[in-house]
């Protein structure tokens, strides 16, 4: 299957981005995640198995089946994964659109799902899948986007002009990066049951001000990631490009910044 459009692209510079990304976000995202009881795993959208490797590593009793519809993604997850000694027979990567699954019902007692459904056109066709696929009670854990969240201070007129294209791209490619504060409408619509939802938050400023320069330099390296498509569709300009990038690097260095960013992890069982 071909890669498909994809806002951020399929280099390998995105694939170490993507890693670093799961890297930086792993307290956040999985403190209050347990999968210490499931056997079977299945992760969608595993990309290049950036988080595949966090849950290998934190839940060393699962097997983990990841599924994504990128050849070249597929392959960096392969070949990563392959020589990590913890993962050694416990992963098994398959190219799937997650809209229409090859497993049976009732394969999987656990699932996992993080910053794929930001990408996806038809989110709740992926979500009526993974509950197809999973027995009765098992759990599922969905970590998405809610852009409207992002927050910088100083005020920096070309950060906002270029992220504000950058949401206008994704919903132009028929993605969502508003799709966190609907995972609960979603689940509970599909028939999930026990679903709760959590704000997480970066939230930093001179309380914390090496923990505030380090996010605002990953966030800088996550918005340059689309800088290309976003100048070959037009949507933005070199200048406006440019210009984040210095304003970036002053907040990041500005002894009063404020950055402050939620995103929505959702559980629920089948």
């Known amino acids: 299957m071909a890669d498909f459009p994809y ?10 981005r993507l890693r670093k990304q799961a890297r930086f976000g792993e307290h956040t995202v999985y403190q209050n995640i347990n999968l210490s009881n499931v056997k079977d ?3 969608v959208g595993c990309g290049v198995g950036a988080q595949s490797e966090i849950l290998l590593r934190r839940f060393p009793d699962l097997q983990l089946s990841g599924i994504d519809r990128s050849t070249k993604q597929l392959a ?19 190219e799937m659109d997650a809209t229409a699954m090859k497993f049976q019902a009732n394969s999987f007692d656990g699932a996992f799902l993080c910053w794929i459904l930001e990408h996806v056109p038809d989110p709740i066709r ?27 201070d100083p005020y920096s007129p070309n950060v906002w002009k270029y992220w504000m ?50 996010c605002i ?15 070959a569709a037009k949507c933005i300009s070199e200048e406006v490009v440019q210009g984040m990038k210095d304003e970036m690097a002053r907040v990041a260095n500005d ?7 939620s995103f929505v992890q959702a559980r629920a069982r089948t």
């Open 126 to 152: 992926v979500l009526s899948e993974v509950r197809r696929v999973l027995r009765p009670g098992s759990v599922v854990y969905v970590t998405e986007v809610m852009n409207a969240s992002f927050f910088l």
């Open 7 to 16: 806002l951020h692209g399929f280099t390998t510079e995105e694939q170490d």
């Open 255 to 261: 002894p009063n910044a404020v950055f402050f960013y």
């Open 41 to 43: 795993l299945l992760e």
């Open 76 to 94: 960096a997850a392969q070949q990563r994964l392959s020589n990590l000694p913890f993962a050694q027979g416990r992963f098994h990567l398959q």
């Open 165 to 214: 294209a950058f949401n206008e791209y994704q919903l132009e490619q028929r993605g969502d990066p508003f799709v966190g504060a609907k995972l609960g409408n979603f689940l509970m619509q599909l028939g999930y049951h026990d679903i709760h939802t959590e704000i997480k938050t970066w939230f930093l400023d001179n309380r914390y001000p090496q923990a505030r320069k380090d």
């Open 217 to 231: 330099e990953y966030w800088t390296e996550l918005l340059l990631s689309a800088s290309e498509q976003l100048v």
